[in-house]
Structure formats: C-alpha cells, structure tokens
C-alpha cells in the first residue's frame, strides 16, 4: 500500500495528473490479481492491470483486499503513468477476497468461506453451513452425540424419543454440511 502512496505523492509533486479511462474487463488471472480490458472508446487494450494497491502480487504472505469485476463488465481504469494502470471502481463484482495475516475471507453469490489459522467457517447459497477445524467438524460432533444419545437405554422413567431424535439428527444434516 505504501507503494501507491508513494507513487502518488510523486505525482503530486511532480506535476503529472492522473487520468481514467472506462473499460471493459476481458480477462482475469484470480491468482496474480490482474485484469486485461478494453477501454470503452476503442483504443488499444490494457494488459495486467492491478485489482490490489501492492504492485508484487507474486507474494501470497501480502495482506490484501481484492474486489474481483464480472468478465465483461465495465470498469473505471486509473494511470499513474503509461505503464501503472489500477481499477478503481467496477460496475459487477464476480467475488470479493481479503488476506490478512492469517485469515482468510472469501464472498461470491454462492458462497461465504472464512478461514483462520485452522479453523473452518463456511456457508452456502443451499443454505448450510459448516465449522470445522484440522480434526472435527461441528455436524459430525453433533451428530454423534445425538447417536449416542438415542443408545441410551433408561431402566427406570422414560427413554429419549427416539422419533425426536432422530426429527433434531435429519434437520441437524439439512443445515450443516
């Protein structure tokens, strides 16, 4: 971040002006966090322009936050110069993705997945859910216990509701994944 900062502050003082240009996204490679557009007026197309402040997206310990456009959506590109070009605003967002240090947090129209350190959050468009870490997950941690619990088998009183249970372990799977 630091680094467009600086470059705009170098602008700034040398006098250059910033300009923009609307364009159309025509390809994307999700994992260098670059775009290739076509400006709208129909001039020469833009390759690898940045989705993130940081310029080394060669490095995936950098945190970073990175609003992915739609393929085909139209895009406000801006230049420091002939050769530095980020997107600035975008008319369609495809998927959202933010890194910092540990954490993991990716959102598209499906999907919302959340990953720290070793722990697991994940919900979907079906509508289920998962939490998980490195050994368990909270749906076989539930389920077990209720199978457990329906083994159960009481001398004296009443017995847990086998129907019940059983009503609490098939809602338990529709929710979790």
């Known amino acids: 971040m630091s680094g467009v900062l600086?470059?705009?502050?170098?602008?700034?003082?040398e006098g250059d002006?910033?300009?923009f240009k609307l364009c159309r996204v025509t390809s994307i490679d999700y994992e260098k966090?670059?775009?290739?557009?076509?400006p709208i007026d129909g001039l020469s197309k833009i390759l690898d322009v940045r989705l993130t402040a940081s310029a080394n997206t060669e490095q995936s310990d950098n945190d970073?936050?990175?609003?992915?456009?739609?393929?085909?959506?139209?895009v406000a590109v801006?230049?420091?110069d002939s050769n530095e070009a980020l997107v600035i605003l975008s008319s369609e967002i495809e998927k959202i993705?933010?890194?910092?240090?540990?954490?993991?947090?990716?959102?598209?129209?499906?999907?919302?997945n959340l990953n720290a350190d070793a722990m697991a959050f994940k919900l979907n468009k079906n509508s289920t859910l998962s939490i998980e870490n490195d050994s368990?997950?909270?749906?076989?941690?539930?389920?077990?216990?209720?199978?457990?619990?329906?083994?159960?088998?009481?001398l004296q009183g009443v017995s847990p509701n086998k129907g019940a249970?059983?009503?609490?372990?098939?809602?338990?799977?529709?929710?979790?994944k």
């Open 17 to 19: 002006e910033l300009y």
């Open 6 to 13: 600086n470059r705009i502050k170098e602008i700034m003082h």
């Open 136 to 154: 368990v997950s909270l749906k076989d941690l539930l389920t077990r216990t209720l199978d457990e619990i329906m083994k159960i088998k009481v």
């Open 97 to 112: 993705e933010i890194k910092l240090g540990t954490t993991h947090l990716l959102i598209d129209d499906k999907n919302c």
């Open 78 to 80: 801006g230049f420091f």
């Open 165 to 176: 249970l059983e009503k609490i372990k098939k809602d338990t799977n529709k929710l979790f």
């Open 33 to 38: 966090r670059l775009v290739d557009v076509e």
């Open 64 to 74: 970073f936050i990175c609003a992915f456009p739609k393929k085909g959506s139209v």
